[in-house]
């Protein structure tokens, strides 16, 4: 008996730069994945990374992501450790083997950790709220009042 081909998978015009509509390499992403607290709480940097590591394990939960990869996208591998160890905090994946001593790539699992991440367990950065303050400051430093104490400075006068 012969063995029975795979349907071939084919994506619009706007979806690919392929004029058959035929990709090699893609990935299947979810809405209540896309739209969950803990994917809209990620970096740039980090949902950039967390969308070439989809691309790049080939549907296998279980992955290597080597240097030469994400060295194509990254300016630094300080960037690329800031944005993995996000994912690692919002529960995206998991460090599965450091292959450090051994000059491998490490693995890496993806993980379901993200669907119990709640806003409200998200440590503030310093960044952030360095920046909170300056508007802070700002607002009560500034002669012109936020457009909310309108009221209380006409009643001043």
């Known amino acids: 008996m012969p063995k029975k081909k795979k349907p071939i998978t084919t994506f619009m015009p706007w979806e690919t730069m392929n004029s058959s509509g035929y990709e090699k390499g893609y990935y299947r992403s ?19 990374v967390y969308k070439l590591m989809r691309l790049k394990c080939g549907g296998q939960q279980i992955f290597t992501f ?33 292959n450090k001593y051994r000059q491998l790539p490490n693995k ?14 998200k440590k503030e950065s310093p960044r952030g709220a360095a920046a909170r303050a300056a508007v802070k400051s700002n607002r009560t430093n500034n002669r012109n009042p936020p457009a909310g104490d309108v009221e209380a400075t006409l009643s001043e006068i």
């Not at 990254?74 to 996000?86: C, E, I, Y």
């Open 30 to 48: 979810t809405k209540s994945q896309e739209m969950s607290s803990a994917m809209l709480a990620l970096s740039h940097t980090a949902y950039r």
């Open 66 to 98: 080597p240097r030469s990869y994400y060295k194509v996208w990254m300016s630094s591998s300080s960037v690329f450790q800031d944005a993995k160890n996000d994912l690692i905090e919002k529960g995206f994946i998991e460090l599965y083997e450091q």
């Open 108 to 121: 890496y699992k993806f993980s379901e950790k993200w669907k119990e991440w709640k806003a409200q367990d």
